[in-house]
């Protein structure tokens, strides 16, 4: 489905035209071809017309999508309202046919008819569901590698079913799979299906509005997420300009909001100043910024380690409790070491005497389904550590035990003659110091 009508609805063109424009880009990338069609009204909005007149909330819905229809395309429109509303109206219709052919009969005097077999469509769903994670993540030039996203879906992207279905209602997992491709790590919270509130500002709640943005923000922040994506104006309405009504009132909530468009259209290499990033009122420069600093730690994590298999055994944490050290340490956590490593803490890491609390018992990579492990992620971790001189005061002096002696220890003669042994052949001393002294290696040569 790349030759379609687009419903831009009302919000999206006179209050954020900054997601028209990276939604375009995004069409444009995706080499969809998209048709803008003259006559359309408001979708309608159901708080504000529906309750006051279903019947002309049905009619201006059917004259919408029969306006689609007369052109032969079908629609796809990137406003959970819009998209609730003519499926909402597909779903009416499609039973109540009496009131179906009221409508055609007032239809008829602009020459217009509606059928109801026209594919209505989700921008995110499109992407999910026509295009694909895997086409979407092929085409990307930038990855968001360890930037903690979380998605929100708003209620009328998923609902009321059986109107609406093209994902779980109550555990929904198709946006999240599209930012996963994109190399970001997808938050789960608790709020995640909690509506945005944004419904309250508009019969008069103001205060109720706030509360719910604050509810959400707060649980984003305690889940330390760089930024949420939305999938709807509204949406983005509330948790951006409302966010920044809370911060004018000195409120603690920081959370970057993106529309999924928009994170695509970076992750694809088009700029923040060509996307208009900076008509957000919730500056986005925090996530900008982490994100270029993200991009420095992976190419550091990967002049010692394979991050992808370090991604894979993180998100996986099967063997999280097999570690014979946790039994006996909780202070051990070895999965909380590898995040650590991915969140590109690597100093603190390497200063850090738990990494040698792993004793290479390789119980991990034995139960690993993968055959990845984590012993040898430790045993990479012992040696930067040493190199930076950050090794426990025992392993530099076993080191250099071993160097001068070529031993690690000292036989006891007594107990040996006690046991009737005799004599060790002679040990090699410092055979290997030699061997590896600048002076050899001339030689070598």
């Known amino acids: 489905m790349k030759d379609f009508a687009v419903f831009w609805g009302c919000t999206i063109p006179a209050r954020f035209p900054f997601i028209e424009k990276s939604t375009r880009?995004?069409?444009?990338?995706?080499?969809?071809?998209?048709?803008?069609?003259?006559?359309?009204?408001?979708?309608?909005?159901?708080?504000?017309?529906?309750?006051?007149?279903?019947?002309?909330?049905?009619?201006?819905?059917?004259?919408?999508?029969?306006?689609v229809e007369k052109a032969g395309l079908d629609v796809v429109t990137p406003c959970n309202g819009c998209y609730s509303t003519f499926k909402e109206a597909q779903s009416h219709l499609k039973t109540n046919w009496r009131e179906r052919d009221e409508i055609n009969e007032r239809l008829a005097a602009e020459d217009l008819h509606y059928d109801g077999d026209l594919k209505v469509v989700h921008f995110a769903e499109w992407l999910a569901d026509f295009m694909g994670p895997g086409l979407i993540a092929s085409k990307a030039v930038n990855q968001f590698w360890g930037m903690r996203i979380a998605v929100h879906y708003g209620c009328h992207l998923l609902r009321p079913q059986p109107a609406v279905k093209w994902d779980d209602p109550l555990n929904p997992k198709k946006v999240e799979e599209i930012v996963a491709a994109l190399g970001a790590r997808v938050v789960d919270y608790q709020t995640k299906m909690q509506c945005c509130g944004g419904y309250l500002d508009r019969v008069g709640e103001r205060e109720g509005s706030l509360a719910f943005a604050r509810r959400k923000l707060t649980?984003?922040?305690?889940?330390?997420?760089?930024?949420?994506?939305?999938?709807?104006?509204?949406?983005?309405?509330?948790?951006?300009?409302?966010?920044?009504?809370?911060?004018?009132n000195k409120e603690d909530v920081n959370v970057p909001v993106l529309y999924l468009s928009e994170l695509i259209a970076l992750a694809y290499g088009h700029s923040p100043e060509e996307l208009g990033l900076d008509m957000h009122r919730v500056s986005v420069e925090p996530f900008l910024e982490k994100w270029g600093a993200r991009a420095e730690d992976k190419v550091r994590l990967a002049e010692d380690f394979d991050v992808a298999l370090l991604g894979k055994c993180y998100?996986?944490?099967?063997?999280?409790?097999?570690?014979?050290?946790?039994?006996?340490?909780?202070s051990f956590n070895p999965c909380d070491t590898i995040g650590r490593l991915l969140r590109g803490d690597i100093?603190?890491?390497?200063?850090?005497?738990?990494?040698?609390?792993?004793?290479?018992?390789?119980?991990?990579?034995?139960?690993?389904?993968?055959?990845?492990?984590?012993?040898?992620?430790?045993?990479?971790?012992?040696?930067?550590?040493?190199?930076?001189?950050?090794?426990?005061?025992?392993?530099?002096?076993?080191?250099?035990?071993?160097?001068?002696?070529?031993?690690?220890?000292?036989?006891?003669?007594?107990?040996?003659?006690?046991?009737?042994?005799?004599?060790?052949?002679?040990?090699?001393?410092?055979a290997v110091a030699r061997l590896m002294s600048p002076e050899t290696d001339k030689g070598d040569e």
């Open 25 to 67: 880009v995004m069409f444009d990338d995706l080499g969809a071809t998209i048709h803008e069609l003259d006559g359309h009204t408001c979708c309608p909005e159901g708080t504000l017309v529906k309750a006051n007149d279903p019947a002309a909330f049905y009619t201006a819905a059917a004259r919408n999508l029969a306006l």
């Open 219 to 248: 649980d984003l922040m305690r889940n330390e997420v760089d930024a949420l994506v939305v999938v709807c104006p509204s949406c983005f309405q509330q948790f951006d300009l409302n966010q920044a009504a809370l911060q004018r």
């Open 315 to 330: 998100s996986c944490q099967a063997c999280k409790d097999d570690c014979p050290v946790c039994k006996v340490d909780p």
């Open 347 to 430: 100093e603190e890491v390497l200063a850090d005497k738990n990494i040698w609390k792993c004793l290479e018992c390789y119980t991990c990579l034995e139960l690993c389904h993968s055959e990845i492990g984590m012993a040898e992620t430790f045993r990479t971790l012992k040696e930067l550590a040493i190199g930076k001189g950050a090794a426990p005061d025992a392993v530099a002096a076993g080191y250099k035990t071993f160097m001068e002696t070529g031993q690690l220890g000292k036989p006891k003669e007594s107990a040996r003659k006690k046991l009737g042994l005799g004599p060790l052949a002679a040990p090699g001393g410092d």
